[in-house]
């Protein structure tokens, strides 16, 4: 008989696949996907810790399971990713009602572990990392594999090109969290996107922590190529019509990368290049080995290639020693940039990162007032920069449609609602003028052809 798998993602977009990617495995253990955690025999938490708050977050909830799993004993759970990896044998002690805690590079061998605690009746921890560690060539991609509820995006996919990170900036947990860095071949790469293509997908985003460096440590044998070049390889797929990736490193970002964004038709005018800091002390302690000068160079580069690029970054305030003048200077850099967006953050210590033990921790108070001040600026810009899209007729891929008129998205990443009728449906292109902007999306009407 079937048994109900509960999946809940916590984080970044590589977490997500990843659940998609467990989802599939379980498929062939007899699970299918269910939207009710309440009721499922399996509950998996895909869990990040990038943040303090991320990882209270998956604590509140598995307290919660612990009451439903008194009534309903038979229950089990699995927290997996990046709490798991980093709290290993902890989180059995702190949560004993947790039956199996998932590694970041366990995921694939999910089928054999739950099978585990079945036989054993004891939690399983599977937490080994490996420097020999790869990533399996052919990752699911069936999507009949999964569950009768699985909410997939009707046209739109992940795929993950690298794993973990070297680059050690000094406030991150994912070089420990997800490993040293690995690249997957353009070969396995290529398959599983065409495998995507073949199923009616229509845009790919290639993922990983730091795209610019893919390919400096291959998995396996495989012959290595840039990320460029593997950009080149993924865009002649025929079927595939929109390109996305994320995320750039600014240390590493190319002129030939940036050549791309000329050269590749169907990649999307959007680019995600975190920044962190306007000052080059901070990032200097922040060990991302660029400053300031190099960032606005790399940006200048970028629109001089391709002038309608919606640039978007990450921004964390009161990092350890950040002073007034430092906080100043990222203010600065916001308003020569003018960021279409930013995801900005407050400095969160993490367990194990250098950071942890730098003197001058900011207050929480003066954090939150320094993000309120960002964060508000931003909006105002975000404001801006979308109101000169208004009078412009913008190709967007319709994502969904309803009985008061669909939603598209633009190239560069743009929500645009519309409030017409159409027959088209989810994956069709159109051409609509937009006519308002709000902060965080657009409104645009089409001429019906009659
Ligand atoms: N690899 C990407 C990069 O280099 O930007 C993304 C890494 S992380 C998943 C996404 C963002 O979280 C980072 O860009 C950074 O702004 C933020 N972040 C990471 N560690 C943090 C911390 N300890 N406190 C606050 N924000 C943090
Ligand atoms: Fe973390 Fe830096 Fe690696 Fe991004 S590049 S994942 S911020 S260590």
């Known amino acids: 008989m079937l048994k109900n798998v509960f999946i809940k993602t916590f984080g970044c977009q590589m977490n997500e ?11 062939s253990h007899g699970y299918v996907e269910c939207n009710d955690m309440e009721s499922a025999d399996l509950v998996i938490l895909n869990t990040c810790t990038i943040r303090a708050k991320a990882e209270q977050k998956v604590m509140s909830l598995l307290g919660a399971l612990r009451k439903i799993k008194t009534q309903r004993p038979g229950m089990k759970i699995c927290v997996a990713g990046c709490v798991a990896q980093q709290e290993g044998d902890h989180l059995i002690q702190r949560m004993p009602h947790v039956d199996l805690v998932l590694g970041t590079q366990n995921i694939y061998d999910l089928g054999t572990y739950i099978a585990r605690t079945t036989e054993t009746g004891r939690p399983v921890i599977a937490t080994g990392m490996s420097k020999a560690f ?13 569950g009768s509820t699985g909410d997939l995006h009707p046209f739109r996919r992940f795929v993950t090109i690298m794993q973990g990170c070297d680059n050690y900036c000094s406030y991150c947990v994912v070089p420990y969290t997800r490993g040293r860095e690995i690249s997957r071949s353009a070969q396995d790469i290529v398959a599983e996107v065409r495998k995507f293509v073949d199923q009616g997908v229509k845009e790919i985003t290639l993922l990983g922590q730091n795209v610019n460096s ?8 495989a012959r290595p190529c840039s990320f460029p070049e593997l950009l080149h390889q993924v865009a002649e797929i025929r079927g595939l019509h929109r390109l996305r990736f994320t995320t750039s490193h600014p240390k590493d970002l190319s002129n030939e990368l940036i050549g791309c964004f000329r050269d590749i038709a169907i990649l999307c005018p959007q680019f995600h290049l ?37 640039l978007t970054t990450d921004i964390i305030v009161g990092f350890p020693g950040e002073t007034d003048e430092d ?18 953050f407050k400095y969160s210590d993490r367990p194990g990162v250098r950071s942890c033990n730098f003197d001058g921790k900011i207050s929480e108070q003066v954090k939150s007032e320094r993000l309120a001040i960002f964060q508000r600026r931003q909006d105002e810009i975000s404001l801006e920069r979308n109101g000169a899209y208004v009078g412009s007729r913008q190709e967007i891929m319709i994502e969904s449609t309803g009985d008061s008129g669909f939603q598209g998205r633009t190239g560069t990443n743009h929500i645009v609602h519309v409030d017409q009728h159409t027959d088209l449906g989810p994956g069709d292109p159109l051409e609509v003028e937009i006519y308002h902007a709000g902060q965080h999306s657009l409104k645009g009407r089409f001429h019906p052809k009659h």
Do not use: W
């Not at 100043?328 to 308003?335: N, P, Q, V």
């Open 17 to 27: 696949r990843d659940s998609e990617i467990m989802g599939q495995i379980l498929s």
């Open 134 to 146: 790869q990533i399996p060539a052919f990752l699911p991609t069936d999507r009949e594999a999964i």
């Open 214 to 221: 893919y390919g400096r440590k291959p998995n396996g044998t």
């Open 274 to 310: 975190p920044v962190q800091s306007g000052s080059d002390a901070v990032l200097k302690r922040m060990n991302r080995h660029y400053t300031v000068a190099d960032y606005l160079e790399r940006v200048e580069a970028l629109f001089a290639c391709r002038p309608d690029l919606a």
């Open 327 to 344: 906080f100043a200077l990222t203010m600065d850099l916001l308003e020569r940039v003018r960021f279409h967006g930013s995801f900005s």
